[in-house]
């Protein structure tokens, strides 16, 4: 008969929140595809900020409102014929003269050159030499704009596809760099007012009731008007210094919790100082409510600024975002040029969408009440 001993000096040790969160991601199918959602659009945006793709979303590369390739060229425009033929003169027209020799026909070792439009163009000979002296010299590159292209064009000629990428670039830089520092400030404040308690508390809650008692769109629109500074800095400061609410609120709550347990006892009976107590005792143990904010607040911070962008106070021009594009694609619309508006709206939803779902998955992980 043989006996199983156990050796006494091995130990199991219990897996931390970190593990035990990240366990419960695991199981989470939804969870896991949302994140591979988010960490795609990462990618892209690490991609497109390093010049790997998109690099050249200004260039001209279809038409003016060049249809997506899955609808078909444009079969809607001008007849030659119906161009050609000039509209019966006016006889009370003082410029009469000068434009029926504006309309005489060209020689015929001359072309006749017409534009995206089917319009004749006088001054396509001179453009087609400026774009050839640019491209020998190696700041432009001369090449036939396409009538299609895979999502459609702007009005520009800009490829929406590109266009989206890019867009996406500014909106998520400003959606994560806002959210870590409108979570850095309320953390700070939190664990403040949190920990010291007495007037620094009665202070940071007045603070707090200021910023709270404003409808938080209208704080932020009211902060753009007055800076009237337009630029990727000035979005990431409006939202910050407004959107640090909710974390204090929360972490105030944490740190008045954990202030009068005993490992900050200890801590105190060994002479640790108060800052050290607050960030290298008490803000590990907290520090999961500081991440599902800043998860929180970055889709809110990416609404906001394509709300922003659409209402003329977000970026300037020349730098596009979801929200620039949404701006203009509502002028788009009318004209039928619906491209834009769809691959704008749906990156937007698809990435929203997934946050979300990891942010939720994530909370419910870190909840240590939660099996």
Known sequence: MSTTTTNPSVQTVSPGLWALAWRRLRADKVAMIAMGIVIAFLIALVLSATGVIASDWEQESGVSYA?????????????????????????????????????????????????????????????????????????????????????GADKWGHDIIKKTIKGAETSIVVGLVAAFLATLLGTIFGALAGYFGGKVDDFFNWFYSIFTSIPYLLLILSVAAVLQQKGVTTIILILAFTGWTGPFRLIRAEYMKHKAREYVWAADAIGASHWRKMFVHIFPNVSHVALVQVSILVVGFIKSEVILSFLGFGVPVGVVSWGSMLNEAQNELILGKWWQLVAATAAMAVLVTAFSLFTDALRDALDPKLK
């Open 67 to 151: 249809p997506p390739g899955f609808v078909g060229a444009d079969t809607g425009t001008v007849a030659k014929a119906e161009v050609e033929a000039p509209p019966p003169d006016n006889p009370l027209d003082p410029l009469a003269d000068i434009i029926r020799e504006l309309r005489k026909q060209p020689d015929a070792d001359q072309a006749v050159i017409v534009n995206d439009y089917g319009i004749p163009d006088p001054l396509a000979k001179e453009m087609a030499e400026i774009r050839t002296e640019l491209a020998k010299s190696g700041k432009a590159v001369v090449g036939e704009r396409l009538t299609t292209l895979p999502f």
